[in-house]
């Protein structure tokens, strides 16, 4: 199956509610670790799996396996249908009602993991920070790269309300070099 050379952001097809309900189920566990260990020594039924893997969240997410799946951080809405790739937010071209910058048709994968996130109750999950995806991982199961521990610091952890707070991905003008917008007129206090 060919791909696009730019994807096109899709809207899952499964609900906030449900997504976050089979979270537990693939989240690491003994039993999970130990499939994964098994599947990593049968290349034939690791392939069956990942293809299987594949076709499910395809369908439900517009997955791309990158092999480090983010899905959980970003309301379910998976960052690599972002016709950039973008993994930490919008790209600035981000229209007014929106809509992506390079498919004006589509609503931007981010501001869909805003709605998705904020429906569930989970918006301080987008405040985790992701890291650069590792191709090399690419085409491989994220299920079992998950359970054997490979992407452990594949994201900061959501920010926590009653720990010290952590600096924010997300930075105002002035500290972008900005200069600041007066809040007074000249000579008005």
């Known amino acids: 199956m060919a791909r696009e050379l730019w994807p096109r952001p899709k809207r899952p097809a499964l609900t906030p509610a449900a997504a976050y309900r089979v979270q537990p189920i693939v989240a690491p566990n003994g039993v999970n670790r130990r499939l994964a260990r098994w599947l990593e020594r049968s290349p034939r039924v ?21 092999g480090q799946c983010a899905l959980p951080a970003t309301g379910y809405a998976c960052p690599m249908t972002c016709p950039k790739q973008l993994r930490n937010g919008p ?7 929106g809509e992506c910058e390079v498919h004006p048709d589509l609503t931007c994968v981010w501001v869909v993991a805003h709605e998705r996130a904020g429906a569930a109750g989970r ?14 991982l690419r ?16 994201w900061t952890a959501p920010a926590d309300p ?25 000579g008005v206090p």
């Open 46 to 66: 690791r392939r069956w799996f990942t293809a299987a893997e594949r076709r499910g969240k395809e369908a439900l997410f517009g997955c791309r396996m990158c």
């Open 91 to 97: 790209c600035g071209g981000v229209g007014p009602a």
């Open 123 to 136: 918006g301080s999950d987008l405040t985790a920070l992701q890291r650069p995806v590792d191709h090399r």
């Open 139 to 154: 085409d491989t199961s994220s299920w079992i790269n998950y359970w054997l521990g490979r992407d452990d610091d594949l």
């Open 162 to 186: 009653v720990a010290e707070p952590r600096p924010s991905i997300h930075r105002s003008p002035v500290d972008l070099g900005v200069p600041a917008v007066p809040t007074t007129r000249q």
